[in-house]
T-cell receptor
Framework: SQQGEEDPQALSIQEGENATMNCSYK?????LQWYRQNSGRGLVHLIL?????REKHSGRLRVTLDTSKKSSSLLITASRAADTASYFC?????????????FGAGTRLAVHP | GAVVSQHPSWVICKSGTSVKIECRSL??????MFWYRQFPKQSLMLMAT?????????EQGVEKDKFLINHASLTLSTLTVTSAHPEDSSFYIC?????????????FGPGTRLTVL
């Protein structure tokens, strides 16, 4: 399968709680990106982390990358109902000339007021 | 900004007809565009890479005669689903690549929902 794996597949939390999603991938990468998708809509780019970076922050988002374990995590702090969406990680494999993005299976996050 | 549009946003067609979906980069030039399909509650599966002025590169298992891709200009790629059947019903999303150094930064269109009756 070209996809990596994400867990959990679904996550349900209350507003104000933190949400953590994990992503594992299979090949060596140039970078890893996280995207958000509202139901039936296109993707919104959230954050990109390069293979030589270990952690990156953007607002309420914190992304970590462990290339030795081929895994990444996305933490959303102080979640809001508007954060309800599906979240996907996508890796840019070293093979293929940085051209492709391979998407993980995604985590469906539901934030309840 | 980096805005990508798709047209139409949704289409319903009869089995056996062909459907064309357009993907446009509105405020930047894209030598490379990508086409994905997404089934309900599933992830995006890359179908093909569309290169301006040359033939598309299809992923394994994707029929090139079934899904015709044309990238005639630096701002437009089209996907034509030929002789569509109900199993082709899906959400089709395009993205356009904006080069930023060695980073493969893709900007996604809003998607086209195809329903084949």
């Amino acid at each position: 399968s070209q996809q990596g794996e994400e867990d959990p597949q679904a996550l349900s939390i209350q507003e104000g709680e933190n949400a953590t999603m994990n992503c594992s991938y299979k090949t060596s990468i140039n970078n890893l990106q996280w995207y958000r998708q509202n139901s039936g809509r296109g993707l919104v780019h959230l954050i990109l982390i390069r293979s030589n970076e270990r952690e990156k922050h953007s607002g309420r988002l914190r992304v970590t990358l462990d290339t030795s374990k081929k895994s990444s995590s996305l933490l959303i702090t102080a979640s809001r109902a508007a954060d309800t969406a599906s979240y996907f990680c996508a890796t840019a494999p070293l093979s293929g000339g940085y051209n492709k993005l391979i998407f993980g299976a995604g985590t469906r996050l539901a934030v309840h007021p | 900004g980096a805005v990508v549009s798709q047209h139409p946003s949704w289409v319903i067609c009869k089995s056996g007809t062909s459907v064309k979906i357009e993907c446009r980069s509105l405020d930047f030039q894209a030598t490379t565009m990508f086409w994905y399909r997404q089934f309900p509650k599933q992830s995006l599966m890359l179908m093909a890479t569309s290169n301006e002025g040359s033939k598309a590169t299809y992923e394994q298992g994707v029929e090139k005669d079934k899904f015709l891709i044309n990238h005639a200009s630096l701002t437009l790629s089209t996907l034509t689903v030929t002789s569509a059947h109900p199993e082709d019903s899906s959400f089709y999303i395009c993205s356009a690549r904006k080069l930023a150094g060695d980073i493969n930064e893709q900007f996604f269109g809003p998607g086209t929902r195809l329903t084949v009756l």
